[in-house]
């Protein structure tokens, strides 16, 4: 089992910045990859950013160059900086990562509201 939570979402002007955390906890010696995913109102939920063990990363067309995903593994700690926040950024964003151990299994944080305003 592998626990997900997350903090630091909040309310931002556009143009401002946030840093999301994501606290990983439990059996983590089977992880790969972390990512964190958003669900914007009305909206299907969509991979943001993805980083494997060895540090490499992956972003959404859309983030690209704003975001950047990081991770501090003293701390079991994932982060998403989010720069040159917009509207339609506005979502709940979540941790999540997944790994095959006999099955699929998938782990999610219970996820945090980033809302930006105007």
């Known amino acids: 089992q592998v626990q997900l939570v997350e903090s630091g979402g909040g309310l931002v002007q556009a143009g401002g910045s946030l840093r999301l955390s994501c606290a990983v906890s439990g059996s983590i010696g089977n992880i790969r990859t972390m990512d964190w995913y958003r669900q914007g109102p009305g909206k299907q939920r969509e991979l943001v950013a993805t980083i494997a063990n060895e540090g490499s990363t992956n972003y959404a067309d859309s983030v690209k160059g704003r975001f950047t995903i990081s991770r501090d593994n003293a701390k079991n700690t994932v982060y998403l900086q989010m720069n040159s926040l917009k509207p339609e950024d506005t979502a709940v964003y979540y941790c999540?990562?997944?790994?095959?151990?006999?099955?699929?299994?998938?782990?999610w944080g219970q996820g945090t509201q980033v809302t930006v305003f105007s």
């Open positions: 999540h990562t997944a790994y095959k151990l006999g099955y699929l299994r998938n782990y």
